[in-house]
Every structure is written in C-alpha cells, then in structure tokens.
DNA sequence: GTGAAAGCGCTAACAG
DNA sequence: CTGTTAGCGCTTTCAC
C-alpha cells in the first residue's frame, strides 16, 4: 500500500532504458520529427516510452519552446446551453489540431482583471471570444499582451477581428420558404422588441424573405419583451384584428415567429382562442432551444448551429496563428464567417386547409 | 504598426528593473513569502512588476515545483446544462483556491485512452470526475498515475474515493411533504426505469417519505424509460384503473413523477383525460431541468444544486490534496456528501378539491 | 533580508 | 542519423 504518488517518467529514464540520447527520444516520439530517426532505434524508444507509461510534460514543452499549445475559450457562463455548444465544438476542433482549451468563464467571481490574468499567465497561444461586447476590458488586456483573438457569435465593431456569427437573413428566410412550400401566403410576423439589435434584424429579414415570394406580412405583431406571455399578448391582439377586419390580408394561416419564447407564447394564444396548431395555425419558431421538442405539438423551428460555430472559431484561429507564426505579423485579413442556420420541422406546421 | 508580439516580461527584467536577485523578486511576488522581504525592496519590486506588467509563467512555475495548480474537471459533455453547473460551480471554487480548471469532455471526438494522457501529460495536480461510470477507463488511467479524485453525482462502488451526490431520500421527500402538505392523501408515483439505479432509488425514497406520514401510494405507474411518451402511458392507464376501481385508494388527487420529463408525459395525459392541473390533478416533478418553468402551468418540482455540488467537490479535492502534500499518503478517509435539494413550487400543484 | 547557484523536463541549434 | 550543449523562467536550497 502506501503508493506515494510514483512520480513522472522523464524523456531521461526512457531515454536510458532505451540506451539512447534524450535528444533522440524526444525526436522519435515527435510526430513531426520522427522520420529523422532510425527505424531500429525508433522501435526501441516507443517500446520503452510504452512500457515505462511516460506521459511528455507540457509544462516543460512550453517552457523550451515559448508556446504552450493551449487556447483560452471564454464565455460569459457555462450554463448556458448555446455556450455549452460553442465549448464543445470549440473543444472538439482545438483537440483534433493537437492544441489544449482552457474554458474560462466570467462568473467564476473573479475580477474581469483577473480572469486575464490568469490566462495570460497560461501563456495561451490565442483565445476564442464568446462573451458579450460589454465584457471587452478582458479582450482589450488580451489584445495588448500579443493574443490572437477569433469572436464567436458577435462581430467585431473595428473589423480586426475575425469573427464566426449566425445569418440572421438566412436564418428568417428557412422559417418564411418552409411555410411558403406548405402553401401558406397568409404569413403573420411575431417580432421581438425593436430597441435591440437582433429584434429590427429579424424582423427586416422576415420582410425581405416574404418579399422574395412577393409576399407582404399578413400582420405584424410587436412583442415588448423575449417573454412567453409578450408572445401570447401580442398574439392574440393580431387575432382580435383578424376577426374585425374582412380584408384578405387579415386572415392569416401561419405566425412566423422571432424566437422560441415568443412562439410558446403563440401557442398559449391559440390555445385560448381554442384554434388547433397546426390544424387552425401553423407555427414557426427560431433558435431550438431545450425542450421545445416537448411541448404539444413540438415546435418546428430553425437551429442555430453552435457547436459547428465553435468548431470553426477554432479552426479559423489556429489557422491564423499559425499563418502569423509563419509569415510574421504581416498583414494578415479578418474573415467574417456567416453561418448558415437549418430547418428543425416538428409538429407545429402543416399545409392551410384549403 | 506591425507589433510583432511582444514578449512576455521575466521575473529576470523585474529583478533588473528594481535593481535586486531574482529570487527576491520570486519572493517579493509570493503572497506566501512575501513577508521575508523588507518594506522598501518589497515596494520597489511591486512598482516594478506593475510598471513593467510582469506575468508569471505559469509553465516555469510548474515545471520547476512539481505541482501544476491545475485541476481536471472530466464532463461527459459540455452542453447539458446539470454539467454546466457542476463545471461552473468547480470553476467558481478552485479560482477561489488558487487552481486552475482544465474543462475536459469525452464529446471531444478523441479516444478515452487520450482523454487521460492529455490530462496526464498537463500534470494535473487532481481530477473532478461528473462522467457515468461506464468511462470509469479514463479513472483508473488517472488513479493508476496517482492522480487524487473526487467524484460527483455519483458514487464510488469502491468507496474509496470521496464523492458529493443528491441525497434521493430528500429530494423525493421535499415533494412528498409539500403534497402532503397541500392536503393530498391519495398519491400516484410514476417512476422510473427500474432497470437503473436511479430509478429503483427514487421509488424507495418515494414510498419511505410516503410512509413518513402513515401514507402508501395511491397507485404506482411504472415508465420503462425517461421519455415523456413512457411517461403519459403509464399515467393513462393509472388513469384508466382509476376509473375501473372503486376503492378510495384508487381516486388519487396528485402524481408524483421521477423526473420532469415524466411529468410531462403526465401533462399529456390529463390533456387527453379531460382534467386540469392543478384544479383536477396536481402534479410535481424532480430534477427542474430548463423551461420547465415554461409549460402551462409552470411545474412544480424539486431543484438539485448542482453549481454547489460542484464548488463541494472542488473543496473537498483541494482539501484532500493538500492534505496529502502534508501527512505523506498516509490513510486519508473518503467522505461522501450528500447535497440537500430545494422544493420549487410552481403552479402545477394546488390543495385537492374537497 | 538578500544573493548565488542549481536544476525541474524538455527542445533546438550545432556538431559529427 | 544521433549526440552534445545550452538554456526556457521559475523556485529553492544554501550561503552570507
């Protein structure tokens, strides 16, 4: 008993059980180097590495050579299930390149001073942004210290930056030509609140895809608020309208919606006006989020693609330092990724009746 | 223009700029001997430090004390949200302690077998582990290497390793109680799986808290999984069987479901019953998994602290850590912390209708 | 209190 | 192809 901790084997022990230089075993077990090293030689080191159980010890790696091969990734909360996306993808992609994320958020207490700190003591080699642009102190300490920075899910206001965010046109476009291809003309807008930049976004975007079908809005509702019951207030307000007008524009068959929250509160408004979805009204809503799956019936609407977003931010980043690594700093372009959304058809649309 | 990454400051530059050793500033910088130092060096060093905007390297650091400050944190995956809690409340408290999270998934894409070598080789000084036991491979590579865990949310069948876990017995009490205390008497359980130790647990706990107040369930439905379409079969033929008998046991007044997703499927049923929640039936349900809080009406159920579970686990493997650094490995007893869990009380229950 | 010197484990010239 | 040598930046004896 009594296992105290056995400690590290050393590129030295394999080294010596292989009776070679260390020099060698460091070159043999370096994918990029091996072909230097004799065939016999190189069978006798991997031997021994295996054998002895000898794991490289990247402190000292990045020590000698000045980059650690590790990526901040930081986000403003790791609850989130959108965020939870992007680490992941982010993970996924940075491991597969051979480099290490360090997953940092801003509610772990400490100071925004601090969390910069810490990373840069890390001595990351570059970091993936997901945080909200009201966080930028943290990206500002970054940038001074040489960090080459990639932004998820928001752009960059000086265009420097490289950056991978969601369309927003294409994304209204897929929910507009779904329920145009079910054969619906008659296509009610549930607009989030227009004093924020994705509310005015998604709305013109809704616009200009009907227009595409040289359609107009059969209505627009405007919710003041992302909350379910804006959603069903604004909702059954257009369906007041749509009683008391005659015109053919009044009578809609489908609500687009600009948000999940906002087509969950639709439905509580088809439910109290006792219309069926998606018998009496189809329903579209925008995001996917958790659950909404499960509710009755689940919910058709468009999936951000997060994961692939994270998975992207990393390539593009590695990309770029390695380029930088390369060619010197010299002036390398900032990409700007559009990313493109996909239709998640559930139970809340169908063809109008006729 | 063209800053071509300037290189990180030294403890060597600070010493040079302050004019004194190196190893007085190593001192100066280290809130732990910083007290050796005299009052006027030790400001001079700091205004240098600061003025200069010195970062320790945390790779000299660890390479040069065997001890990395950094801590694994093993999650199956990033994006459920129980694991973003457990990730957020661990981030939360080893920051506090001075150690640095290294966020792991087994949803990287890499092999089991490379999960634990890239841990391995970033010398991590301890691991958190949330993964199911069926990756219990990358566990035994770790405690093999000697690296110290602590488990949560689930249980060491060894017992050797401390763990922090939800206390079921409470859990199913706290909706039990507040059934009962609502003036329920005739209570349905629907529980889970029976196949999975988490199904079988909360079915005792169940039946015990029930028994706490001289009570024995209503009827019991049995789902064969955690689906929300399992979940309405079994309430539908409760329902069914209601009807078929007459004995007082049989007209229950609330459901008590495993999970919220049961729950759920109880929501579909009383749909398709004809009865209304609360007013006919009340239902309460376990785990408060997000949105739930969203569906008509909003679910009462029972809330795991799982950011608390993860800053106790952080604790507790520092603690143990430390420890260990000072008496040598000499027996050190496991602990397992059972975590309290809160009563959410939504609209989905109500007193019976006398 | 402070300085000097050694070395953690690894990589990268430079030799041969 | 393989060995030699010199550190990367830091902490930690041991002197003084």
Redesign the interface.
Known sequence: M?????R?VTLRQVAQHAGVHVSTVSRALDPERRHLIGEAVLARVEASAREL?F??????A??RRGR?MSIGVLVP?????V???I??GA??AL??LGY??????M????STQLVA??L????IDGVIVATAPQEDVILRTLLE??IHAVLVNRPDKLGRLSAVIGDAEHAMALSIDHLHALGHRRIALLAGPQSILSGTQRLNAALKALQAHKLKPAAVGLCDEYS?DAGRRACLQLLASRKSRTGAGARFTAICAAND?LA?GAY?AM?EAGLAIPRDMSIVGQND????D???PPLTTVRVQH?EMGMQAARILIEEIEARAAN???GQASKVVLFRHEMVVRGSTAAPRS
Do not use: C, W
Request: hydrophobic residues 40%; without cysteine; glycine residues 8%.
């Open positions: 009594a296992s105290a901790t056995p590290p159980g794991r490289p010890n990247y402190a000292a990045s020590l650690s909360n790791m609850t989130n299930p965020m939870g996306q680490m992941q993970e996924t491991v597969k290490f994320p360090l997953m940092v958020s509610r772990s207490g400490a700190e810490r840069l003591s890390q001595r210290a040489g379910r929250i969950l509580d439910h989020i958790p659950l909404v499960l509710v009755s994961h010197g700093a010299a």
